[in-house]
């Protein structure tokens, strides 16, 4: 198997459960599975759920949290106490799961009003690349990457502010749906074009943060997910028509969703062989390199 090219599709909250339950062909692909998320104590990790803004970075660079570094208390500073709470209260089971969902909500709502208060007296601030301790992926000659949380500036679409608001208030989200369905258009857009031109790059990696704030949102409403899975579906069905077969076309998740929260395990698919079996998502840097014979 000779690899000249790998192409990521980073789909946020991608659910290996319901990519199952609806039988997702073009997404399953020929190798796909749960992946381990760097998600325990001795990783460095202390919070109940996986965190976007952590589990990225560990992606891209190979590392758990306590080698990259991210941690979310530089944007959120009350995370250090809400850590302290979790490690105090553990977290209750899956029979409560719609009062969890809302009592998330008003922590988010909280947290957030808080942390606009303390960002805007330079108290906290977002996370940005140089909050990356170690090298990453990306170093690799010829990667081109597009909205990567933490790495890239623009990761989230503005829209994410909305996502409090929309998941509270009904009249909020058809227009949430409409910026999910125009992220997924221009980000899908974008890996098209960047596929014509494909002499140019070794590694190119796409993020889509848009099945996260739909399943947040519509958490009790599967037609809508279903919609979303299957739009991608057909996106990665076109993908997979168009790269040669030198390339690898890796699609992975930072976790999955259920009855919108976060679940504790990601999601993998290759169109090539990788003979992994429950793979650790910080494995996947080194096996690439190993590909691409860095
Ligand atoms: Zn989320």
């Not at 969902?101 to 808080?114: E, P």
């Not at 805007?120 to 990457?145: G, V």
């Not at 910026?179 to 590694?203: A, I």
């Not at 739009?231 to 993908?239: A, I, M, P, R, Y």
Request: hydrophobic share 35%.
């Amino acid at each position: 198997m000779k690899i000249n090219r790998v192409l990521i599709l980073g789909i946020d909250a991608l659910e290996y459960d319901l990519v199952e339950e609806w039988d997702l062909k073009n997404l399953k692909q020929e190798e796909y599975g749960k992946t381990i998320l760097p998600i325990s104590k001795e990783d460095g990790y202390l919070y109940s759920e996986p965190s976007t803004l952590i589990i990225w970075p560990s992606f891209i660079t190979g590392f758990p949290p306590k080698k990259h570094g991210v941690d979310t208390i530089k944007k959120y500073p009350l995370n250090s106490i809400y850590k302290l709470y979790l490690n105090i209260f553990s977290s209750s089971g899956e029979d409560h799961l719609t009062p969890i969902a809302s009592q998330k909500t008003f922590k988010r709502r909280v947290m957030d009003k808080i942390s606009h208060i303390i960002s805007q007296m330079k108290l906290s601030r977002p996370l940005i690349k140089e909050d990356i301790k170690t090298s990453s992926i990306f170093d690799l000659p010829n990667s081109i990457h597009l909205h990567i949380p933490v790495y890239d500036e623009d990761a989230f679409p503005p829209y994410k502010k909305k996502l409090v608001d929309a998941i509270e208030n009904k009249t909020y989200r058809p227009i949430f749906e409409m910026q999910c369905m125009e992220e997924f258009k221009q980000r899908t857009k974008e890996v098209f074009e960047w596929l014509e031109r494909k002499n140019e790059w070794n590694l190119f990696m796409q993020y889509f943060f848009v099945l996260d704030g739909i399943q947040h949102v519509f958490y009790n409403n599967p037609k809508k997910i279903a919609k979303f899975y299957i739009l991608f579906d057909e996106f990665v069905g076109k993908v997979r028509e168009k790269i040669d077969d030198d390339t690898l076309l890796l699609i992975v998740s930072d976790h999955g969703q259920h009855k919108g929260i976060h679940t504790t395990h990601g999601f993998y698919s290759s169109n090539k062989p990788l003979g992994l079996k429950n793979p650790k998502l910080i494995d996947f840097r080194w096996k690439i390199e190993e590909l691409l014979g860095m």
